[in-house]
């Protein structure tokens, strides 16, 4: 247990750049979920340099204060990165974007950006996109660098050079006992491999020395497609599901209404029957196996004020194109939007970002397994059945998304020492499946987090069954309860705990720092 909480307000005047109550206005909207929105800390720490940190962690620790460390808000769980009536770590001002002298120092490489963890991606590209060149970055634009990174980091450029996490070069901590350290493969291989992978458990990182590679304009965007109404009606019918009611409400006047154009709209050859977007997405995903700029994810969307069943594929091609071959079958589904077009990676982040905007309640939560359409057609139907709770949620929807792990990624995990994540073996492609769930009203929370993993637990136990689930949990899309370490594998969890053991033995990212996914638990 933590010991007791001191006052957290009384360490301002030690601490340099440390404001206390009144919360500024500006705080809250840092964060992502509204959950997250809502805490209010008792100190907030901006430190402008890794030894303004060093000073205010120590302080931190002297008094026994419970904290949390802000890069980008992101990270839904309440707490995750804004602590309670304890003191809220903000890393904001560590966002520059530096480019070093090109150099070789891998094929195809062009040098090193240093990058401050509480930058964004839109700060990141803004500067290297200019000059055709990109590290291993976000996929949207206000997601900050640090917590992106630490949790693996998927990226277009992932086919070509792994994950964020497989092309740091060196990471600028401070450590639990206060050094400012420089940690590479070369000073502390041991926790050079922790870190890649190994979350806020071992030190809070300032800066990321990473790799780029060069990227000119690319090809890509979101299709949106309704999904066929016979097919979702004959499924619901399958499972015993009620049809809509029969009354005379305004909302169930909106349902019929929008069940009408729905209706009409598949009459006029505008829907995908369901289990062709299952197979077109397995399809193109081993297809992605023989074409290294391509990168996909398939999404299925349930907006409950409107009772309606949309379908989402997001493809890229990460270089300039009139339409790749690789996503013929996809470009040929019917779609009732799509924005696909030739960009750079900075428009297609800020898309995404478009369609994912802060200030709602939100949870993510998430599971692995072997690609199968089969296991996605099996799931969907577990999204039918459960999805009814939802009617009656004020803002209420949930998705569904599905994203490819080739091998071709697995065997880029090798690199520059490997890294923890356990998924070095693979013999065939493995998927994410990832859920996001928002909505309005804090009276909603637990209904909507039973769903959500009941979703989850239904589709793990099918996995099973199927000889299909694989037990890695990307750390990015986890939720909080989650345990993404298991995961990693026994021996990989072990050689953690004990980098962790050496580096922060009093377990001050344990014991004090309540939010984020533990190694282990003091």
Known sequence: MPPPMTKPSSTKPQIPHATTHPQPPSHASKFYAKQQQELIPACIFTPSSPQDLSTGLGIIKSYGCQFAVRSGGHGTPAGWSNADGGVSIDLGGFNEVELLESGVESEGNQGIVRVGTGARWRDVYGVLLPLSISPVGGRSADVGVGGFILGGGISYISRRYGWAIDNVKNFEVVLANGTVANINRESSPDLFWALRGGGSNFGIVTRFDL?????????????????????VSSRRALLNLSPPSASYTLQSVIDKTVSLIWRTACLLGYCVPVDTLFETFQNSSLALENDPYAHMIMAFVYAADVNLYLGCSVTQYTKETGGPEVYKNFSALPKIYSSVRSGGLNEFALEDTSYNKPGTRSLWITSTSRLNATLISRIYDIFLAEIGLVRSVKGGGIGLNFQPITLEIVRHFGKNGGNPLGLHE?????????????????????????????????????????????????????????????????????????????????????????????????
Do not use: C
Not at 217 to 226: E, I, K
Not at 449 to 471: C, N
């Open 211 to 231: 790799e780029t590679y060069p990227q000119g304009p690319a090809w890509g965007g979101f299709n949106f497609h309704l999904m066929s109404h016979a097919d």
């Open 426 to 522: 693979e013999e065939e492609p493995l998927m994410i499946i990832g859920h996001t769930l928002q909505w309005k009203n804090v009276e909603d929370d637990a209904l909507m987090h039973k769903v959500a993993h009941t979703i989850l637990d239904r589709g793990i136990e099918e996995a099973k069954k199927m000889g299909l689930h694989h037990p890695y949990i990307y750390h990015n899309y986890a939720g909080a309860g989650q345990d993404v370490f298991a995961g990693y594998g026994v021996r990989n969890r072990q050689r953690l705990m004990e980098i962790q053991g050496r580096y922060d033995p009093e377990g001050v990212f344990t014991r004090l720092q309540p939010g984020g996914f533990k190694v282990q638990d003091l």
